[in-house]
């Protein structure tokens, strides 16, 4: 457990100084393999005029380019709060399956940073969305699919489902 608060210390750290910059909120982020920090990052939504660049996203592209794949099994991920739902779905994508945070959804809330909205949208038909949504060109669309499906594994190389 000592390391788990080292790491988790250190994504708590980089949440506090990101208040001192204003680059983005107060998050941070560490990704760890095998008791090494792969990349530790902080929010950088408004430095970067990027809504995705919250220190979840920031961290897992990071450790991904250091070791040269989008595949971070045996990653551990540390933020200072609970995952979002677009952090969340990076996490599944990047195959991470370890997570420690400290500040829950609730106090994430609390602090002015809710997404209970986007999880609401997300339980309903798409159809019904307050986003509009038109499937448009699909037989079109569907050529790229189709001939990915044609494909060998090793012409497809590394790109996995998660390399969406």
């Known amino acids: 457990m000592e390391n788990h608060e080292k790491f988790m ?10 208040l001192k910059t204003l680059h983005g909120g107060p998050f941070g982020c560490v990704v760890v393999r095998d008791g090494k ?15 995705t660049a919250h220190a979840e996203i920031n961290a897992i592209r990071k450790a991904a380019k250091k070791i040269g794949k989008a595949d971070l099994s045996g990653c551990t991920l540390y933020t200072s709060a609970e995952p979002c739902p677009m ?7 990047s195959n991470i399956t370890e997570v420690y945070y400290g500040n ?10 809710g997404d209970q909205f986007i999880l609401d949208e997300l339980s309903i038909k798409i ?12 037989s079109d669309a569907i050529k790229a699919f189709e001939t990915w ?12 489902d998660g390399s969406r």
């Open 104 to 113: 829950t959804k609730r106090d994430a809330e609390w602090a002015g940073f």
């Open 37 to 51: 920090v792969l990349s530790a990052e902080s929010n950088s939504v408004t430095a970067d005029c990027d809504p």
């Open 127 to 138: 159809e019904d969305q307050s986003v509009q949504f038109t499937r448009i060109c699909a």
């Open 9 to 18: 210390k250190q994504a708590i750290a980089l949440s506090e100084q990101n």
């Open 87 to 93: 952090c969340l779905s990076a996490i599944y994508w």
């Open 149 to 160: 499906n044609k494909m060998s594994d090793e012409a497809k190389g590394n790109v996995k």
